[in-house]
């Protein structure tokens, strides 16, 4: 315990910062997968993207925390509403899972959480140890960013645009109407 | 890199062809697309390239794998039929929508860096998850695309964390940076290169659809409309076996003593749980699935032995592999719309049987000589394609000694030509009311150069050598 005290008091405010929102990415993520409304999963989950986007901004990537906020707390959840909205889900709905169900995923999570322990306390002097001599504080801003896409991974980044279309091809043909589709 | 930008240009091409009136048009100009990338594929033969800062490499190799994956799906796109017997198809999508998933396949075989390999997989895993649901009022094909997407999507984001570990690990995404890492494995390696190396392991081995990941491959290959599972359990499976082979060999020969034992293993119990669940199958269409995982076993043999040998098996057996599975659904294509034309029976479950087979040989001479003659190859019966295949593969496993692994192997080869013979019986020996089936030009013609790719390439296996 006094040694936990004492690693506390050596903690700078970005320690502190970096406690408090892990503390709240694992209690949110908690509630997405818990949450038996789901809707209040949804909310949950926004919760997460959030504190996700605020670890980035304490790795000094802060166009990458912008874009998770658009893009994943903004135009992905609103897709999700959406379809929730949609299919509006009612309690009766839902699904009882069998005992049986419940057990195995409890003994294959149990182990997961077994061996990541395990290993991390076996092996935690072999993990890579970050360092902050010789950091490029600018490595994360747009400029840098965009160096990089357009210059030595302009070619992923090119064909990344065949994915899209290829998502946007097959988002219209199987959406489209057919004659005898009922109308909403 | 000349068919990645070919191919991609085509596809639009083809998207706007799908304006015209007529749909006749669209199955000649797929096919000729396909040439023309087939051709242009060759133009660096003898080259080694490395394109956009060590993005994109060709070699022989590589253009062999394209070559492989471009035939596959000018047999498969041949085998369509321009979709013409169903109404609400929409084959300008579905050609333009396979063009671009080779954009994705050819990446996948070409690629010297991480990025790119994610990019490829992804390209040709949601065309695939949009193909798989082409057919919209057919509840089983909507199950097959939902399952498909949602375990696919999960195994996408294993390989990812995977990718972004070993970068974590190597400061990479090179082949080349992360071999140079890896060439230090005596004075020991940090833990997370290893998950993350075992992580894209698990990403890869799932799209390829190894044991322990190949839940999805028999509702997915059943649910789909057959000509997309010919085309999914042929070009898919050739550019994840190029990925693995590329990936295993450029980067991580240092520490095969970590993955070549997993790998064993995988193989062992993708051969044992594909051959001996396919015994067991009512179903020709659901027996084809579990056999493409019994082939996925085979041809990891030659990837957990990885010696000099192994790239000309790969090469050789999934070139093997691929004709002889095109042409049985071909064949199962016709059947099935054969029968259901006879019965009038909107059940396809019943028209996809080993029963909807009997006596199909005495009508039809060329359907009988085609799917016997490619079950005879995936059986490995010696004088065909795949007899070689399956011989290269286990010389593989002898070099580097893996003698457990080769009894497993022979012995479920054994186990596999039960039931590929159940359909060679049925059609020949059994009797049933079978009519001559009608079948178009372009059929014929695909056929008939299967059977004498099949047998050809079994009769004299040295033509492929000394290509690569």
Not at chain 1, 64 to 89: C, D, K, P, S
Not at chain 2, 125 to 141: C, E, H, P, W
Not at chain 2, 263 to 269: C, F, Q, R
Not at chain 2, 295 to 308: C, D, N, R, V
């Amino acid at each position: 315990m006094t040694e936990f005290l004492a690693f506390f008091k050596t903690l700078t405010p970005t320690g502190y910062l970096f406690l408090l929102l892990t503390a709240l990415t694992v209690i949110s993520a908690m509630g997405v997968v818990t949450a038996r409304n789901p809707i209040y999963s949804v909310l949950a989950l926004i919760a997460t993207f959030f504190c996700l986007s605020g670890h980035y901004i304490l790795l000094n990537a802060q166009f990458l925390a912008a874009v998770n906020i658009i893009v994943y707390a903004g135009a992905i959840m609103v897709l999700f509403l959406f379809t929730i909205m949609f299919l509006n889900l009612r309690r009766e709905d839902e699904e009882a899972k069998t005992n049986l169900t419940k057990i195995a995923s409890v003994i294959v999570g149990g182990t997961l959480m077994v061996m990541l322990i395990m290993i991390f306390r076996a092996k935690s002097s072999q993990l890579p140890v970050g360092s902050t001599v010789g950091f490029e504080p600018n490595t994360g801003m747009v400029e840098n960013l965009g160096h990089l896409l357009y210059g030595s991974y302009i070619l992923p980044f090119e064909l990344a645009s065949v994915l899209f279309l290829i998502a946007m091809v097959g988002a219209v043909m199987l959406g489209k109407r057919e004659a005898g589709d009922r109308h909403f | 890199m000349f068919p990645i930008v070919l191919l991609s240009v085509f596809a639009v091409v083809l998207l706007f062809l799908g304006f015209l009136k007529s749909r006749s048009v669209l199955l000649p100009a797929t096919l000729l697309f396909l040439v023309a990338a087939l051709v242009a594929n060759f133009l660096d033969w003898n080259k080694t390239y490395l394109y956009f800062n060590s993005m994109l490499r060709t070699d022989n190799l590589s253009m062999v794998f394209t070559a492989i994956v471009l035939l596959s799906s000018f047999l498969v796109v041949a085998l369509s039929g321009s979709f013409e017997d169903d109404e609400a198809a929409q084959p300008a999508e579905y050609y333009a929508i396979i063009l671009f998933s080779l954009v994705g396949a050819i990446m996948m075989i070409g690629y010297e860096n991480l990025v790119m390999l994610f990019v490829g997989v992804e390209i040709l895993s949601v065309a695939m998850y949009i193909l798989t649901g082409s057919d919209k009022r057919n509840l089983r094909s909507n199950e097959a695309a939902l399952k498909y997407f949602l375990m696919g999507a999960f195994a996408t984001g294993i390989m990812l964390f995977g990718m972004a570990l070993l970068y974590g690990a190597s400061g990479s995404f090179t082949l080349a940076g992360i071999a140079s890492y890896a060439s230090h494995a005596q004075q020991g390696l940090s833990l997370i290169f290893y998950v993350g190396l075992l992580m894209l392991l698990v990403g890869l081995l799932f799209k390829v659809s190894a044991a322990p990941f190949h839940f999805w491959t028999p509702d997915v290959y059943d649910g789909a409309p057959t000509i997309f599972t010919a085309y999914m359990s042929t070009v898919v499976k050739t550019a994840g076996f190029a990925a693995l082979l590329h990936l295993l060999a450029a980067s991580f020969t240092y520490v095969y003593s970590f993955w070549g034992i997993i790998l064993a293993v995988v193989t062992a119990i993708t051969l044992i749980a594909g051959n001996v669940t396919a015994v067991y199958q009512n179903s020709f269409k659901r027996m084809m699935a579990y056999s493409s995982i019994s082939h996925a076993g085979y041809l990891l043999i030659g990837l957990a032995a990885l010696s000099a040998q192994s790239r000309q098996a790969i090469v050789f057996y999934s070139l093997a592999y691929s004709i002889a599975t095109i042409s049985a659904f071909g064949v199962l294509m016709l059947v099935t719309r054969q029968r259901g034309m006879q019965t009038l029976s909107s059940n396809p479950l019943s028209n996809e049987s080993f029963d909807a087979f009997n006596g199909l040989a005495k009508q039809n001479p060329l359907l009988g000589l085609a799917m016997a003659t490619s079950m005879l190859s995936l059986a490995g019966i010696p004088l065909t394609a795949g007899f070689w295949g399956k011989f290269y593969m286990f010389s593989t496993a002898v070099e580097r000694g893996q003698i457990w692994l080769l009894v497993v192997a022979v012995l479920m080869s054994a186990v596999g030509i039960y039931y590929y013979f159940r359909v060679i019986i049925a059609m020949y020996f059994r009797d049933g009311a079978t009519e001559p089936i009608r079948i178009s030009p372009v059929f014929r013609y695909v056929l008939v150069a299967a059977i004498i790719l099949t047998i050809g390439l079994g009769v004299a296996p040295g033509l492929l050598q000394g290509l690569f």
